[in-house]
């Protein structure tokens, strides 16, 4: 495996850094000025100054990066990944280059499972950032960690498809700009397990369907995106909103999270460099006990562990995309699931230590730690909790080894 980045991947770096530094991270004070807050999501408004730095972004050909084909940068994995750590070091920016979740996601689907109709109503207006997208899969009723558990409904009727059930965490839902959903449902329970399920695009004014309230994260609503439970009765759409047809959500469900598990890793990476960056900062300035914080107690070794924890899960990560673009997805399920629980884990850790180089400064909104520290916790449960990669992690390891002996588990 080449370290090296590609002169292509090199140039992305130098430039994404760049525009970084000159546009995104002096706004970030301004964007959390402008941005309405509060529990009432239809008096949400996406921030001016979001809308100019999407157009900056788009004119410096800083768009759409996440997608390998003609309809982005053409990168790889492993060339787009450096990019996604760079938007973690802001938790608003990735929205910016239009490589936010859940729209990447949702746009991998699209290019890849998506009908001549479904991509020219919805593709291209996310494609071009004029419109937002939620993707409807986790319900409280059930644990959402298993899939199978799924209660909502998407039952054929004649030329139609009717959608019932409740869903929540439904992220994005509640961005002003949000015209469309993925709705992953049951569509017949006799079919083979992973043949059950069918997704369904939804677009967010049809009939029956009402978000019901957005759901806090440690007190706060991540404004204008938010989290909603949605409810969705007798939701009627023509058969052409099925994607790729009835039966084929798990199908779609492995293609979509893959990718995406590499860009949520690395911007955790990125979140854990912005906050040993301040750390580092905190310490060298910050004087106690006739001590700069950086050569008091146990800190120096505080600031070496997280230097070598990120130094590691970034490598893990490098290698799972790496592998990603080699062998395919299932070829690199392992360490897919591997990265999901090292990299959040590692960020939550690092951020959670700059916290407290910091002292009460690192809980105000004066630095952005405590964004950080939210982000990095929901991570280790959105996309599937750690004990499930976890145990998929064994699953495969125990079928590995003990292939050398010809027992099979």
């Given at each position: 495996m080449d370290f090296a980045h590609s002169p292509k991947?090199?140039?992305?770096?130098?430039?994404?850094?760049?525009?970084?530094?000159?546009?995104?991270?002096?706004?970030?004070?301004?964007?959390?000025?402008?941005?309405p807050t509060g529990a009432d999501w239809t008096l949400?408004?996406?921030?001016?100054?979001?809308?100019?730095?999407?157009?900056k972004a788009k004119d410096a050909g800083l768009w759409n990066l996440f997608l390998p084909d003609e309809h982005g940068a053409g990168l790889s994995n492993v060339e787009?990944?450096?990019?996604?750590?760079?938007?973690?070091?802001?938790?608003?920016?990735?929205?910016?280059?239009?490589?936010?979740?859940?729209?990447?996601?949702?746009?991998?689907?699209?290019?890849?499972?998506?009908?001549?109709?479904?991509?020219?109503?919805?593709?291209?207006?996310?494609?071009?950032?004029?419109?937002?997208?939620?993707?409807?899969?986790?319900?409280?009723?059930?644990?959402?960690?298993?899939?199978?558990?799924m209660e909502a409904t998407a039952i054929v009727d004649g030329?139609?498809?009717?959608?019932?059930?409740?869903?929540?965490?439904?992220?994005?839902?509640?961005?002003?700009?949000?015209?469309?959903?993925?709705?992953?449902?049951?569509?017949?329970?006799?079919?083979d397990k992973h043949r059950q399920h069918s997704m369904v695009l939804v677009p967010l004014d049809t009939p029956g369907v009402k978000i019901e309230r957005m759901l806090p994260v440690f007190g706060a609503f991540d404004e204008p995106h938010g989290h909603g439970e949605v409810s969705f009765t007798n939701v009627r759409l023509p058969l052409s909103a099925f994607i790729a047809g009835p039966g084929r959500g798990f199908e779609i469900a492995q293609g979509r999270l893959g990718p995406g598990r590499i860009h949520h890793c690395m911007r955790a990476i990125g979140a854990a460099e912005m906050a040993l960056e301040l750390m580092c900062k905190r310490a060298a300035t910050r004087v106690a006990f006739g001590k700069p914080l950086a050569r008091l107690g146990g800190n120096p070794d505080v600031i070496a562990?997280?230097?070598?924890?990120?130094?590691?899960?970034?490598?893990?990560?490098?290698?799972?995309?790496?592998?990603?673009?080699?062998?395919?997805?299932?070829?690199?399920?392992?360490?897919?699931?591997?990265?999901?629980?090292?990299?959040?884990?590692?960020?939550?850790?690092?951020?959670?230590?700059?916290?407290?180089?910091?002292?009460?400064?690192?809980?105000?909104?004066?630095?952005?730690?405590?964004?950080?520290?939210?982000?990095?916790?929901?991570?280790?449960?959105?996309?599937?909790?750690?004990?499930?990669?976890?145990g998929l992690i064994a699953k495969l390891e125990m079928r590995q080894q003990l292939a050398k002996y010809g027992v099979k588990i």
């Open positions: 991947a090199a140039d992305y770096i130098a430039r994404m850094n760049a525009f970084m530094q000159e546009h995104v991270l002096p706004a970030e004070v301004d964007y959390y000025a402008q941005l949400w408004r996406q921030p001016a100054v979001m809308e100019s730095l999407k157009q787009y990944a450096p990019l996604a750590e760079i938007t973690g070091r802001a938790g608003f920016s990735a929205e910016i280059f239009n490589c936010a979740a859940p729209d990447t996601g949702n746009m991998e689907v699209l290019v890849k499972y998506g009908s001549a109709e479904q991509q020219e109503q919805w593709l291209k207006p996310l494609l071009d950032g004029t419109v937002r997208s939620a993707f409807c899969m986790t319900e409280p009723g059930v644990a959402s960690s298993d899939a199978t558990n030329d139609e498809v009717v959608l019932n059930g409740r869903k929540w965490w439904s992220s994005g839902i509640g961005h002003p700009h949000c015209r469309v959903l993925i709705f992953m449902g049951l569509t017949d329970p006799n079919a562990n997280a230097r070598m924890a990120i130094e590691q899960a970034r490598l893990l990560t490098l290698k799972a995309a790496w592998m990603m673009d080699t062998v395919g997805v299932k070829g690199a399920m392992s360490e897919i699931s591997q990265i999901k629980v090292v990299a959040p884990s590692m960020a939550q850790q690092v951020i959670d230590a700059a916290v407290q180089i910091h002292g009460g400064m690192g809980v105000s909104d004066d630095v952005p730690l405590a964004r950080l520290f939210a982000y990095a916790r929901v991570l280790r449960l959105a996309d599937g909790p750690d004990e499930v990669h976890r």
